[in-house]
């Protein structure tokens, strides 16, 4: 099958149903689990720290104006391609890669002239975001260490529709640490990236939702799981005060929050997009959470 332009000739009805990855898959039982929504929030968190690719959200982006409108539309294509058909895949890959075609700029603190596709910056959002999920489900011991690797493995599907050479994904645990530790020294909080984190961290609100609903404090300790969850050395380049935990508490945390979750109903827990997946596979194989 062709990365950069996958058809439905490619594959089979059967297939076509299961999806890119299936209930069979580690990246299923990742994306399903209540501990999904801290692992989305620190990736967006860590992605803010390349300079680059946060000047193409922050100038291309309805980040500032719309918001929520942007985190709704980013959760939609992360589900789509993972629960979504092979067909609903496509046409949200392809919807998505259309944008990035058409976007671009110059980022003044480092002067370079990028365009929003470029793989290189398409391959730190992608390594950010299995990174951050993975750290999740790890520390809730959804994974074991070889299904970590798996996941990891399955992920270079995701990069690979997104316009990213398969040779260039990590595939392994440690090969994504490697590609971290390469590009720290690239990496610094900018005055875009600190806009971008403050909204991430406390974000704007009416007040009738903060004053007669429980949405800020149950932001408010997603946002902390999500930042002590970072490396450190993400949690020392965007110090916050008081919103950082111990690891040891962080995971701690992290568990009762997942068993709190746990106790809702599935329809509260899981998106229509997940929930049209489990039916149509019901068949299949099984999906826990």
Known sequence: MSAARPSARDWTAEEDLLGFFGPDSVTWRVHADPVYGVGGLRA?????LHPV?????????????????????TAEYVDTLTFGTRREAIRAVRRVRGVHRRLGGTEETTGRTYRVDDPD??????????????????????????????????????????????ADVPDSVAALAGYFERLRPELTLTAAGREAWRFLVVPPMPRWVQFLTPARPAWGSLASLAVATLPPWARRMASLPGLTLTDTAAT???????????????????????????????????VGA
């Open 44 to 48: 967006l968190l860590l992605q803010a």
């Open 53 to 73: 690719a946060m000047d193409g959200v922050a100038r291309n982006s309805v980040f500032r104006a719309s918001p929520w409108q942007r985190l709704v539309r």
């Open 121 to 166: 910056l398409l391959l730190w959002v992608h390594n950010c975001e299995v990174d951050s999920l993975l750290d999740v489900a790890r520390r809730v011991g959804v994974v074991t260490p070889a299904e970590a690797d798996r996941y990891v493995a399955e992920q270079v599907t995701a990069a690979e529709l997104i316009g990213i050479d398969r």
């Open 252 to 286: 701690a945390a992290l568990r009762a929050f997942r068993t709190g979750m746990l106790a809702l109903p599935e329809r509260a827990r899981h998106s229509p997009i997940r929930r049209a997946a489990f039916e149509r596979t019901a068949g299949a194989v099984e």
